[in-house]
């Protein structure tokens, strides 16, 4: 089991995830709707998994992934992108992100993903 932050300016989306993460699980230790949310959460919860969405207002993903990884360089962060953004994706995973997942969300593809990146 594993502490987990989750970070979407879609609180729908944020929703689908807890749900998701919960029943394989985890434990949600905080929910973010924008990027400087998420470095604020990162920093007081200090969770072992961020999910990360891309497009988010105020700050978006790949800054609070840059900003987070400064604050600590071990944070296993799986960015979440909706379908075309292969471009920011490559960024993040350039920047440090440790796997991304596309929107809209498939349970088993979440799963797999937060078992590989906390197996690291």
């Given amino acids: 089991m594993a502490k987990i932050l989750i970070v979407d300016d879609a609180a729908f989306m ?11 699980g985890h434990e949600v230790v905080g929910e973010a709707g924008n990027g400087i949310e998420a470095v604020e959460t990162y920093k ?3 969770p072992e998994l961020v ?6 207002p105020e700050m978006d993903g790949i800054e ?9 360089p071990k944070a296993r962060i799986v960015m979440c992108s909706a379908m075309g953004q292969q471009g ?12 991304f997942i596309v929107k809209p969300f ?8 937060i078992g590989k990146v906390l197996s690291r």
């Fill in 14 to 24: 944020r929703m689908t995830l807890k749900n998701i993460i919960s029943q394989a």
């Fill in 44 to 46: 007081s919860t200090q």
């Fill in 51 to 56: 999910t990360m969405d891309i497009t988010m």
């Fill in 64 to 72: 609070a992934l840059k900003e987070i990884k400064k604050l600590d």
């Fill in 88 to 99: 920011m994706v490559i960024e993040a995973i350039q920047s440090g992100a440790a796997d």
């Fill in 106 to 113: 498939n349970a088993e593809r979440i799963n797999e993903s």
